[in-house]
């Protein structure tokens, strides 16, 4: 163990490999900020006819769930709009899309603006990390560059600090040049957003806030979300709500009363609408 | 909709505070914050306070809050939107047009699709709808979803007075926005302003649909269809009225706050009195409990009244005495 506490480190590696890897990182993710956002002003359009396809979606849920509050004629006309064999909007979006050879896996791969959102969004990530990692690895190699202060760490840690020397006796606290990259591009998401973050973008927020709320990209292809609301609405057993309002709206009050009269056993009577109620039970 | 009792009380207090004082940028700031969140609306006092505010403490809204928040400039200009839509509603469009010149364009530029449809509104505000149109076409034409330049489209239609077309326009905005309630509910008032009843019904019905617990499309609802007429209808629309009574009875809730249904109330007695004349069966057609119903709406409207406007209590008399049916 003695011998491992003497290795001294060479201050010019601190000067040459230390420092050097900790700056080139801290640009570079100030680089990757500044281009992420540029990127990211080119916002995303919607297409009406997107917004149509989620929009009808969730306005069959709704009949679906409250088709009950309506009169049976309103609810039906609403059915055919919905779920008419020539006519509906359900059906109609159907019959468009199987027609087409590629069938649903085309409609699957139409629209491709989330896809290359999430592309853009990678490149910016993907591309430093690599050029960096190969930089590293071809000027840094093999150097012992930081030494932990605190503690010695437990054997496991091995790989993880000291990629590139394969050494098993050096101590664990030892921290290999590429390893200290690591650490420095996990650490540097803090560091960022007290350094960048002052800075104020105008486009973020009132640019773009009211303007077009984004619906999340679809997944599933939409004739199939298409035809499980049209199931649905065609399985609906119209039970009106309002059949038998009036004797249920009595029961409530006469419910209500109930408990109050529980409630106040003392003296004071109950209000004058309450007792006329009762007054009329009685006859 | 449904307004949050403890918010309107804050409103209150914020506003004799407001008052009281005098003026005190940090209060206003947190006043107007309110607002935002809230969504209540306090037209003239933002319009007055918010002008001193930003043309007084402009440099302190923005330095200060720079300090303790970095996301807070946005506030600032949010700030400024607020106050310069509550100018237009005041119909200060000089005033407005002097905040959206000096702050909003120099900080965001001519392009922005924010700032450009606040100047539209502004040109709309001073009656220049052609103009402002053409900002909203412009708009759309870079951005085809974009909802609220619709919806300021249909607008300019409406001020102009041409229904029918604010009509058609918005109906094509509801083929793509259909879960648009805001839209639905303007479709509907348009409808009844041209007496097309049967649209505004279907208007209605989808607002029941998006909101199935909000009693006031009840009542409405059912104004609509007793509007209409017919024997059958004004057993529907008593029908509505009954399930809005429902919803929002204030027998089950606290004393303390008069009732705010009464609408309900009078559309219930209305219903069968109407019914009964159409029908000229007297009460033999009704159901017992539409008449039990019928008989508490007259009590319960009596004792509303003796309790909360006394004074009243003659005229209530007499349009009972005048409705009744079973007596005659």
Known sequence: MNVQEALVLDPAIRNWVVIPIALILIFVSALKFNIANLMSQTERKQSLQNIMELQTILRAKRLATNSNRIPYQSFNSRKQYFTNRETGILIA????????????????????????????????????????????????????????????????????????????????????????????????EGINSILLAEK????????????????????????????NERENIELINHDWLMENVEQRFLNKLKNIEEVKQSNKTSTTKSSSSSSLLKDKKKK | ????????????????????????????IEFLRFLRITKLRSTRLVADLGSTLLSKYFSKITTENEVTNTFSVCVAYDIVEQVVLALLECNKAKEASEFIEDRLVKKFGEKSVRVSRLRAMQLECSNT????????VGVLEKYPADQLTMKRQVSILKSKGQYQQAITMLNTYLQAFMIDPEAWLELAHLNIKLLSFKNAMFCYEELILAAPINYIYYVKYAELIYSIGGAENYIVALKYYTHSLELNNHTSQDNAIPPTNL?????????????????GYGTTKLREPQIELYQWCQSELRAITAKYTPHKLSIVNAFIQHTDVLNK
């Open chain 2, 263 to 279: 609408t309900a109330l009078y559309g219930i007695i209305m219903c069968i009195f109407s019914f009964c004349n159409t029908h």
């Open chain 1, 93 to 188: 979006k159907e019959k468009n899309t199987s027609s087409n050879p590629m069938g649903v896996l085309g409609n699957a791969f139409k629209d491709q603006s989330g896809v290359t959102d999430m592309l853009k969004g990678n490149i910016v990530n993907f591309v430093p990390q690599v050029g960096l990692m190969a930089w590293v690895n071809h000027f840094f190699s093999g150097f012992v560059a930081v030494k932990i202060p605190f503690f010695p760490l437990t054997i496991r840690f091995k790989t993880f600090l000291q990629r590139g020397i394969e050494m098993s006796s050096l101590d664990v606290s030892y921290v290999s040049s590429l390893s200290w990259y690591f650490l420095c591009w996990f650490g540097m």
């Open chain 1, 200 to 227: 104020y973008q105008p486009n973020s927020t009132l640019y773009a806030s009211q303007l077009e709320q984004g619906v999340p990209p679809q997944q599933q292809p939409i004739t199939q979300l298409y035809t």
């Open chain 2, 129 to 136: 709808f052609g103009k402002a149109n053409d900002i909203y």
């Open chain 2, 1 to 28: 909709m449904d307004i949050n009792q403890s918010e309107v009380a804050q409103l209150k207090e914020y506003r004799e505070k407001v008052y009281k004082k005098s003026f005190d940028a940090k209060l206003v």
